[in-house]
């Protein structure tokens, strides 16, 4: 195998790994945008009181 392919194959892993992250970095975003909106949900129901 020369360097060139081995090079190639840590390049295709590590775009892996990078997706991944992305994958989980927009989970996380999805969480807590939906964590502030019941947040203010809670803060308008506390404020009608």
């Not at 775009?15 to 964590?35: D, E, F, S, W």
């Amino acid at each position: 195998m020369t360097e060139l392919k081995k090079t190639e194959i840590r390049i295709e892993k590590e775009q892996k790994k990078l997706q991944q992250i992305k994958n989980r970095i927009r989970l996380l975003n999805q969480k807590l945008k939906h964590l502030k909106k019941k947040e203010e949900i809670r803060k308008m129901y506390i404020g009608q009181k």
